[in-house]
Structures are given as C-alpha cells and as structure tokens.
C-alpha cells in the first residue's frame, strides 16, 4: 500500500429538495471519475411524501436522503436515516468543525446524529440604508438593530419610519420569523403560549390596523417590487402586470426579514437600490430551512454514500468551493466562516456579512424548536390574521388557536 487512498467506485442515487446537490455531485464525480451520481431534485411539497413511500418499502434507492428542519423529526422516528454516530462513520469526532446548531439539529429524539448540513441559513433584517439616513441620519447595523430589538420597540419604530412617508416592512408576516425567547410552543408535553407570543399579536394587530405596513405580503409580486422601488400601498396579492395600474398612494418599504438565503434574493430583486442594503439584527436570532444530508437506512452502498456525505458537509476544500460558486450561501464550517469574515459584500453597502451571520448562528438555540412547531405556528398566523381584520376579538382568537391545536394534537396539555 502506497498510501494511496483507494479509489472510489460505483453508483448513488441522491433525492433532494435543491437543485445545490447537483452542484456537488458534479463536483464530487470530477474528484472520483469511477462514481456516478444520478440526482433527482423532487418538489419540497412533494419529498416526504415521495421518500415516505419508498423507505416504507424498504427501498434500495435512494442511497442519500435530505430534509429540511421540520421534516427530519418525522423521517428520523419513521427509521430512513442511518446512524452516522456509529462505525463505521464516528461522524461526532467532528463536531467542533461545524456550527453547533447543525449538529443540534441532525439528531433524533435520543440525541443519536443522523444528518448534517453543508450549509447554516440564520438570520436578520435587511434594510434599506439610504431609507434609515433619511429617517435618522444613521444607516449602520448596531444603529438599526437597536430600533428592532423588541416587539415594543418595533411598534415604536413602525410609526417612525410612517411619519417619514415609509412602510417599515411588506406585512405583519415579518415578525413571525422572531421565535420565542421565553422557550419553545411545546415544554414537557403542554403548549406553552408566553407573553413573548402575545407580544407579537399586539405588535402585528398595531401595525396592520395603523396602516403601518404596505399590505405587500412576503414572496408577492409587490414584495419583489418593493426591494427595487416604491409600489402601492393596496397592492397586496396583485399581479406584476397590474402592479403599475393599481393607483393611489405609493410607499418605500425600509425592511425584510429573512434567513441568509434571503440575501440572494434581494441581490436578485434590488435593481438600482444594489449596494444599499444593510443587514441589522431583530429581537432574537433565528434561522429558516437548510438541506440537511443522510443515508438512508436501506441504502445497500452506505460507504460510498458516507463518503458524499463526508465530502459535502465536512470537508474544508468543498466548503471554501461552495462559498465561492454560490456567490453568498452560508456555509456550516467555522473554519471557512473564519477565513471569510473579512469580506465586504457590494450589495450590502460592503458590510461583512459573513461574518454578521456567523455571530448569528452561533446564538441559534437549538432547544426552542420542536417537531409541533409548523402546524401550531400557522394556527397561531391564522389567529393573528382574525384579530388583524377584525374578525374576531383576542379572546376569541386565542381560543380558537387551542381549540385547533387540542384537535390535531390530542396528547398535548393545553392549559388555558
């Protein structure tokens, strides 16, 4: 033996929710001209059905399986996910590599690891810089972040950037991204509803009825619209086509809040406002979806797949690679995440975004989320929409939301 690593060899079979997995097969199969890798990117409404379907029979293919944070629970219960904490793959020798959330995040129930991640998605409020100097003669993150540092706050701010003839964000739906400070929906099987909830009801019901946002919900035509120029202030779910035949009163939106990948987004949609973006810290950090990768249980090239696995999510050269080739994904690898901290990026006025989301991420706590979360949180959002419109006073909205609760999950304790 030369001390040659022995070459790799054979077929996997990848399912994804995102089309970076190609990116990485194609990589991998430059690195290891004797592997194929044929990469199926299935539809994110569509996966856990479709993976559902194929582990249930046992499925030799797929070989590498994903999932985004709130379908791994499901997945790793149901059995799909090989151990990686076991030989042959000892993937907890490398925890120090990666942020700590990935880690927290690829365990099951009883703490056993069985996905990782290539990349971490926390987040923060992108905000118009020129818009801030014109309502406070400030632009900088520290600044800003200051005027979103609580629900409380955020009110206050709301009715600022108003009076100076802006919208502080597209719609209420903004301050859902903020999850709880004071623990997480589901402790010690009860549902928890804490006043930092509460909070933000108030906040969202304040600034729907003040007209204190410009009625442009998240991925809306107008809410593209608006990271490039003004829109109307009654656009809500037109079409791009009538966006500039709706009349009436326009208005500039200051902020969006989203994960890191919404950096991309707005770099994509900003047109002439490029370069004026700032990125400022809300009332807790947070983070939204990230593809995270295992081998499935039934897998029958587990070594071959692990090697992926390796190469995707814990190898130094890949991650400095997909830096480069994704122009802004955040990667999971602190030492990359060091190594770029420095990096002034254009479209944010040359703030060193890297490394406001590293500090971010590295102030995600993990504990507050639970498998219950993305069926309470559209309860609670529907909730929220009835106080908002009128609908339905607190009181009864707030009933409403543990009537729904208590019926889909019947084994929760809901004290009132």
Known sequence: NSGEPAKLEGKLVVWTLAEDLKQFASKFMEENPGVEIETVVIAPADYPTKVTAALRGKAKEPD???????MLPDFFEAGFFEDLSQEPYNAEQYK?????Y???????EQGTLRALSYQVTPGGIYYRRDI????????????V??????YATIEKTAVEVKDAGYRIFGDTGALRWFPNKDGAWVQDGKLVLSQSRLDYMDAAVKLYQEKLVAFSPEWSAAWYASMSGPIPMNAEWAEADDLEGLGGDKTEVLAFALPSWGALTIRDN?????????VASGPSSFFGGGTFIGISSYSQKKDLAWEFVKFATLNEETSKWWTDVSKGDVVSMKSVLESVKDVENETYGNQKTYEFFYNEA??????????YDTQIENYWGAAITAVQTGEKTKDEAIDEFYTNVQSIYPELEIAK
């Open 64 to 70: 590498i399986i994903v999932g985004e944070p709130q």
């Open 96 to 100: 120090d590599l990666i942020v700590d």
């Open 102 to 108: 990935i880690y927290e995040a690829g365990r099951d």
């Open 132 to 143: 801030a100097e014109k309502i406070w003669g400030k632009d900088d993150p520290e600044f």
């Open 145 to 150: 972040s200051e005027k979103f540092k609580d």
């Open 270 to 278: 900003a047109g002439d406002n490029a370069g004026k973006f700032g």
């Open 362 to 371: 590295q102030n995600i706590d993990y504990s507050l989320i639970t498998r």
